[in-house]
């Protein structure tokens, strides 16, 4: 890799990712169980997750009361498989049943979900599957992710993102000085902190 191409530098990278390692094995949060979201049209909801992203649907709940508002109702829940176990579900409520849902944030900064693959490769792929669905694609280098962004039927913003090839040794470090950055910021230190935007591809193999 090029000298230019910025790199972690604090102490030994292998004892930050040890660290890093620790600390997540000591979460009894393990990860996502499900990520939930209603839906106008779970046909084209499952045409953009299991016919685009290929997360296979596991499971149609068709249940017949709402739990919120505790008085009959008809729906499906419906989930979407990722390859951890977790899952997207999506819930489509009978005509009548409730209001139309709630239109979602078009700013990604607002909400969006982002899906973890293992390389650039596989990210690179998944844009290329999106804009041959007619899908609009948006790719941002963070540093230390990389990332293709759309939208799914339901105006929800989608990120496909790999942590990039020494992404562990950049979060290690992040880790260790984000206490210290965040009270900066609220002290008024505005200078990104972010070294590594941009450089992903740097020195990569034509």
Known sequence: MP??????????TEDL?????????????RGWHHHAIRTRDMHATRAFYEGVLHLP????????YDVIK?????????????GDGSALAFFQFQEGHRDDPMPMPRDPYEHHIALGVDDIATVDAY????????YPVTM????????V???????MMVEVS???????AILAEAAVNAERDLAAWFDGIRDSNNRFRGHTLDGAPE
Do not use: M
């Open 3 to 12: 000298k230019d191409v910025p790199q972690p530098a604090s102490r030994a």
């Open 70 to 82: 505790e008085n009959p109702a008809n729906y499906v829940h419906c989930f979407f498989e990722l």
């Open 140 to 147: 941002v280098d963070h540093g230390y992710c990389y990332s």
């Open 57 to 64: 649907l596991v499971g149609t709940w068709v249940e017949a």
């Open 162 to 168: 790999t942590i990039v090839p020494n992404g562990e």
């Open 127 to 134: 844009r290329d599957r999106l804009e041959a669905a007619g």
């Open 17 to 29: 990712i040890r660290e890093a390692q620790a600390r997540r094995a000591a979460n009894k949060i």
């Open 149 to 155: 962004y759309t939208e799914d039927p339901n105006g």
